[in-house]
Every structure is written in structure tokens, then in C-alpha cells.
């Protein structure tokens, strides 16, 4: 079984068809999406028509429950807020209806999927430390976890012995006992200095996580973006990807 699992897309069309032709090329079993397909980005329409295309799972992130009108935008900051202002009014109400639908928590064979903590997916917590990954791990059972919301990706393996330890690098070749948590990065808004689209593919038969980077066009994301009246900082963000 091969997952191909992506997130945080944000409305980045060019970076999400881009990861989309990838997903083409590898013929997973399942494709997951694992949610904030909007705010922040210019095309949230054909973000969410992409997705219902082609995702099977597909999970709510913070973005997606706030343009759907489900939770407030209290603990948004001000760029934050401004950009699902202008989601709200730019999305179709079909699209909203589908971001209304989208599920928290998704289990599907060895594999657990949520955009924040599995173990409490509306709290929307941040997951940056190994005492939080821990936290997941304890609460959990499934020997994959996979998670997005902080647009950083990476690998965190964890066997009863050696405990948990972030992998360098953004390969993991399964070893018998161990559980994985795999934050994979963000399509349309990453965060961690490579502006590339991330996702992460897991070929459970073979033994290996991978996440990969897919180059897209920055330049026109970002010139949408500027021509749509969002805040130019997130024009600027894709091309430093912090
Ligand atoms: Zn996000």
C-alpha cells in the first residue's frame, strides 16, 4: 500500500498541480489531503475542486473549519484573518459546503491522518518537540502518524528502546518495532526555507517514508496574490518559504 499524503495547500494552485502531477506519475493506492486547502493563497475554488478530485481522505485544517463559518478566527493573527476575510467572500458556497465536510481524524489501515494532534485535532496545537510527538505517540496506536499545520516537514521515529529522535534528512527506511510520526511539510506555504511544494510518500510494503520537494511557479503565485489585494507579506513568503 502506497499513501501519498500532502498538506496545507492554501490556495497555491500552481504549487498544488505541480504535486498533483507527481501523484500522477507514482499511481499511490491512496492519496490524502491533510487539510488547510485554504487562506492565505489567491485560487481557494480550484484548491478545494483539485482535492475533492483527487484526495480520498480528506482532514479539516484551522483555515478550512474558519472559512467553512465552523469556529472563529479569534486565535488568528492579523494576516491570518485578513486572508479568510478574503476567502470567505471569494469562495463558491459549494466549496464552502465541502470544507464544511472535511473529517478531523482519519484512520485507515496502519495509518493515522490529522492536520494538528491526532489525540486532539481542534485544539489545533503546533507540534514542534519530541515531548509533544510523545504526547501524540502515547495517545495513539497506529505505527504511522501523519500530521501537517506548522509547514515544517520532518521524521520522527520512535522504538521502545531508544525512545523518540527527530531523523536527519527526509528519508526513513522502516525498521521492525518502530512507529513513525511524519509531519510533511506544506504545499503551498512552506515554512522551513526551501520554496518548494512538500509532500510525503509511504510505501508501506517496501519499508520507506520519503518527503520530497517539487519546484512550482513561485512568481505567479505570488503575482495572484499581490493582484487579489491579500497582504503583499504573503506574496513575499513563498519565495523566502518562512
Ligand atoms: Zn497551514
Known amino acids: 500500500m502506497r499513501y501519498f499524503v500532502f498538506s496545507d495547500v492554501h490556495g497555491n494552485v500552481e504549487a498544488l498541480e505541480r504535486v498533483l502531477e507527481e501523484a500522477d506519475r507514482l499511481r499511490p493506492d ?3 489531503s491533510l487539510g488547510d486547502v485554504v ?5 481557494p475554488n480550484e484548491c478545494v475542486a483539485l482535492v475533492q478530485e483527487r484526495a480520498s481522505l480528506r482532514l479539516a485544517g484551522n483555515h478550512d473549519v474558519a472559512a467553512a463559518g465552523l469556529i472563529d478566527t479569534d486565535s ?5 484573518e ?19 465536510e472535511y473529517d478531523t481524524v482519519r484512520r485507515h489501515g496502519d495509518c493515522v491522518f490529522a492536520h494538528a494532534s491526532p489525540a486532539a485535532p481542534m485544539d489545533w496545537e503546533y507540534i514542534y518537540t519530541l515531548n509533544q510527538a510523545n504526547t501524540i505517540l502515547a495517545k495513539t ?16 521515529a520512535h522504538d521502545g528502546a531508544r525512545g523518540s529522535r527527530v531523523l ?7 525498521s521492525p518495532g518502530s512507529r513513525y510520526l511524519v509531519n510533511v511539510g506544506s504545499v503551498g506555504q512552506p515554512r522551513d526555507g526551501v520554496a518548494a511544494a512538500s509532500y510525503a510518500l509511504l510505501d508501506a510494503h517496501k519499508g520507506t517514508i520519503n518527503i520530497r520537494r ?13 493582484s487579489a489585494g491579500l497582504p503583499e507579506s504573503l506574496a ?4 523566502t518559504a518562512r
Open 39 to 43: 487562506g492565505y493563497g489567491a485560487n
Open 168 to 174: 536527519r534528512g527526509t528519508f526513513a527506511a522502516v
Open 76 to 80: 488568528f493573527n492579523e494576516t491570518a
Open 30 to 32: 491512496f492519496i490524502v
Open 141 to 156: 496506536s497506529e505505527r504511522y502518524i501523519f500530521i501537517g499545520h506548522t509547514h515544517v516537514p520532518g521524521i520522527i
Open 214 to 226: 517539487i519546484p512550482y511557479d513561485v512568481r505567479g503565485a505570488q503575482e495572484k496574490i499581490r
Open 236 to 239: 513575499a513568503r513563498l519565495a
Open 82 to 100: 485578513r486572508a479568510i476575510r478574503w476567502t470567505c467572500r471569494t469562495i463558491s458556497p459549494p466549496s464552502r459546503e465541502l470544507l464544511g
